[in-house]
């Protein structure tokens, strides 16, 4: 995500706000309703932004809703979720009365019920009140999202520095592990065991397997080889997913992955950013050329991929240094327009040889010998071309 998505990611929880504050006030069940099911389009819409935006997304839907429910600023849901932010104004600062109170497990069932609970009669003072404490805890919010992934592209960084180096890509996942923990990619821990200190990477994800498919009772009941047959024809599998509860629990999620596949990062020579190498195999566990320069992100407005341009970009500045490449450069195309124009005063084999002896020539020349350069290439020219 770069400031510019990040401007648009405010638009879009400004927008969220406005849509939950109505929600809350109106007196129209069907109102509410609509508001819930556009609430969950603005979320899916966050989501294309950054995976990161679920937390965030979240707990300010959670603030806006409790906040109704309670008639009390809930900035103590953004400690609860671990999100680490000052808060200047203290009028904003978190109640003690919730500091002990265990919060519900966030669920759409849930959700829906904090929705539609009945309120008081708002008034515009108190809504206008409301409004710039959201306000204040979108940006907030934003704010510690921008942190993070900051933070996240520093880790990666790190880990590109070495993940190139031979010594460290054939270390174990343990001993890479212990080597990044060392390098501060992780925050080091230490337990106080018998009969020694022992370093352990604090990760808390819960793993579970699910899948969007369920056989009737009566597949059920068939023979295995009868099932398994079923399983290969709709492409039915459990799926491995991790359950993490706030950002930093999902950048360690992805460092852990990052080391635990022996993954290369690299940094794209034509935009900057970190892209992991990909292969052209069919192997999906194939891992991809280290000496890869350019990533597959689109470049800017040209519709094209580093990949596809960096290696032009770097010709044409190449050229644009060196004396005989753009003279060579010249005279390629001029005899090119030659070849295509009397095709048959000068035909395509002649063309090509000429094409070889051009290259050797300037392979043969430096910039210095330009001057010569250009008198020998003309020679060149006129053995092919006499018209």
């Known amino acids: 995500m770069n400031y510019e998505d990040f401007d648009k990611l405010k638009a879009m929880y400004t927008q969220l706000i406005e849509i939950v504050c109505y929600a809350k006030e109106t007196d129209s069940e069907d109102k509410k309703m609509d ?8 979320v899916r819409a966050c989501l294309e932004f950054s995976p990161y935006t679920h937390f965030y997304t979240q707990v300010l839907i959670d603030i806006i809703i409790k906040t109704y429910n309670t008639k009390v600023f809930r900035s103590d849901l953004l400690f609860k979720s671990q999100i680490g932010v000052f808060i200047e104004n203290s009028k904003y600062y978190p109640s003690d009365i919730f500091s002990e109170l265990e919060e519900d497990e966030y669920t759409t069932q849930i959700l829906l019920m904090k929705w539609v609970q009945e309120i008081d009669k708002i008034s515009n003072k108190k809504h206008n009140e409301y409004m710039k404490f959201f306000e204040t805890m979108k940006d907030l919010l934003i704010e510690n999202l921008i942190e993070k992934k900051t933070d996240l ?3 990666l960084e790190l880990i590109s520095k070495y993940s190139n180096n031979s010594l460290v890509r054939n270390l174990s996942v343990p001993e890479k592990l212990f080597l990044y923990e060392t390098k501060r990619v992780f925050d080091i821990h230490y337990l106080n065991t018998k009969p020694a200190h022992a370093l352990f990477l604090d990760t808390k994800f819960k793993t579970k397997y699910i899948c969007d498919t369920e056989l009737s009772f009566e597949e059920r009941r068939l023979d295995v080889e009868k099932i398994i047959k079923i ?11 991790y359950e993490l509860q706030n950002t930093e629990e999902q950048i360690r999620f992805e460092l852990f992955k990052v080391i635990q596949n022996n993954f290369t990062i690299n940094k794209c020579e034509n935009c900057g950013r970190l892209f992991i190498p990909t292969t052209t195999s069919n192997n999906p566990n194939q891992k991809g050329r280290n000496d890869q320069k350019y ?38 195309k001029r005899m090119h327009g030659l070849h295509y124009n009397h095709s048959k005063d000068f035909k395509e084999k002649q063309f090509k040889q000429w094409s070889k002896k ?16 250009k008198i020998k290439l003309k020679k060149l020219s006129s053995m092919y071309w006499n018209h």
Not at 231 to 241: G, L
């Open 231 to 241: 399983i290969k024809e709709k492409h039915i599998v459990a799926e491995e997913v």
């Open 295 to 332: 990533c597959n992100n689109l470049y800017l407005d040209t519709g094209k991929t580093c990949k596809e341009i960096g290696a032009l970009n770097k010709q044409k500045e190449k050229v644009q240094k060196s004396s005989i490449l753009k003279e060579y450069n010249r005279e390629y």
């Open 153 to 155: 592209k520093e880790r």
């Open 358 to 373: 051009a290259r050797e020539l300037r392979d043969n020349y430096n910039d210095e010998q330009i001057d010569d350069f």
């Open 35 to 42: 508001c819930f099911f556009k609430m969950f389009q603005i």
